[in-house]
């Protein structure tokens, strides 16, 4: 069938929802480049028909609102013509990990219960594996102008008449599931006013312009490739420099040659383009907003990047906030060493007493809690754990936060990270703190694991810098008068690299595995490290 959109009006929509954004900026500025990708261009005229046309095609072969359309693929601008097609049409994208393995996907479509997968020709075989798996129908298709632009597979069970409801704010636009680094992922549906707002927000705090060059290399499947700069930078008629992946060498010469302005990554890969030898002489001067997020930027990093001109944006967030909740400006960090910043425009934020429940005022440290219209609307299908993640129209976060006196907030730990040892609170984030600063330390995670003694006693992991030797010994020997003794971990692991997910957070529950499996093999703890038992009383 053509995929004209002239039958069916895909452009009349809600005063929130996000098609409207590229369909406005491709009238403003047609010829404009809307994604620069492998030096391939898109202009905002093409990226607005090639959307509209495959809303149309998909309105017109049965699917209805709300229904979700997976997909399996790596970066790319096909991904962004389904994105806005969905956006167009009132359906939700639910972007999967294309480096999950075939039984993973599966238990990701189980949840999603997608009326369509499309997927790119790379992953057609991991695709297929998945959706055969499921043991239901799902019409599949690939991505991209070959594929399901030229020839949308009929749903199961299509109604006879197309459907024609344009798509209004609440629709879900995005299900984004979680890592599933603690737990079963669950998917978080954003509505279209969620990103509305979480967008708006952002640009009030970070100026973007139809000036501005983005580069953007984080994984689709993630929030941030979406909510943080990408589609600001659609709405403003910015040009997006879409990379498949994150390659240090290749991302400092992009920064140079394509004269990037804007930029978003992990404190991981702001580490390893510091790292790389090129960084030294790369020309940065036009990188005027560099944003970090996904977990604390260490403050020798954060310098790195100062020494060369680069001042860093840190912030917080979470995907179940869409994901802006925190940002601290570079003029900030000086005077708030360690802080995540204050709370991004419509967003609130307090904090919860864990014990009793109860909001604290002023200086004080609990529960980190949000509210505003950028927050999810439910995990999919999942009522219970839904339920769970509000307490009286608040978001639990499930992290501990310190707010000073000038309303800055510090994240201390995830609540479920924090561990208890002789009776006494533990955060892995100041022992972690405590460890980087070791001039041979490159990175460190630290966990909570059982002790017949103490109850729970800490585990550090440990990798060292480049061609550095350390032992547990020396990090222990290191944290004596840094740290109450207590505090100091009873076990040190010395590795080449931490469990990480695509995003570049640390996989905590693997690490516990680890140390359950080697606590024999890493030196223990001196005793006189445990002798002032008092403190934990």
Known sequence: MSPTHTELDVDATGAH??????????????????????????????????????AAALLRSGYRAGDRVATVTGNSPDHVVAFFACAHAGLALVPMSWRSSPRELEQLLTTAQPSLVLYEDEYSALAHDAVRRLGTSVPTAMLG???????????????????????????????????????????????????FWNNLALGQAVELTSSDVVLVTLPQFHVAAWNIQPLLAWRAGARVVLERSFQPGRVLRLIAERRVTMLMGVPTQYRMLADDPAFATTDLSGLRVAMVGGSPMPTDLWQRWADRGVAITQGYGLTEAGPNVLVLHPGDAPAHPGAVGRPYPYVEVALRDPATGAHLSGAATGELCVRGPS??????????????????????????????????????????????????????????????????????????????????????????????????DEIRTYLRGALAAFKIPKYVHVHDALPRTA???????????LAHGSAADARPADPRAEDDADERS
């Not at 491709?26 to 005229?45: E, F, K, M, N, Q």
Request: glycine content about 10%; aromatic content about 6%; overall charge negative.
């Open 17 to 54: 929802t996000i098609g409207r954004w590229l369909a406005d900026r491709a009238a403003r500025t047609p010829d404009a480049t809307a994604i620069d990708y492998l030096g391939v261009t898109a202009s905002y005229t093409e990226l607005d028909r090639r959307s509209r046309d495959l």
């Open 145 to 195: 102008p070959t594929g399901v632009e030229t020839d949308v597979p009929t749903p199961a069970g299509a109604a006879t008449t197309p459907g024609t409801r344009p798509p209004s704010d609440t629709d879900p636009l995005l299900v984004i599931f979680t890592s599933g680094s603690t737990g079963s992922a669950k998917g978080v549906v954003l509505s279209h006013e969620a990103c």
């Open 375 to 472: 927050t999810f609307t439910e995990y999919l299908h999942a009522p219970a754990p839904t339920a769970a993640a509000f307490d009286a129209g608040w978001l639990r976060t499930g992290d501990l936060a310190e707010r000073d006196a000038d309303g800055f907030y510090r994240i201390v730990d995830r609540l479920k990270d924090v561990y208890i040892s002789g009776g006494e609170n533990i955060a892995p984030a100041e022992i972690e703190q405590a460890i980087v600063e070791h001039p041979l330390v490159a990175e460190v995670a630290v966990v909570g694991v059982p002790d017949d003694v103490w109850g729970e006693v800490g585990a550090a992991f440990v990798v060292p810098r480049s061609g550095a030797a350390l032992s547990p």
């Open 503 to 513: 995003l570049g957070k640390v996989v905590r529950p693997r690490l516990r595995d």
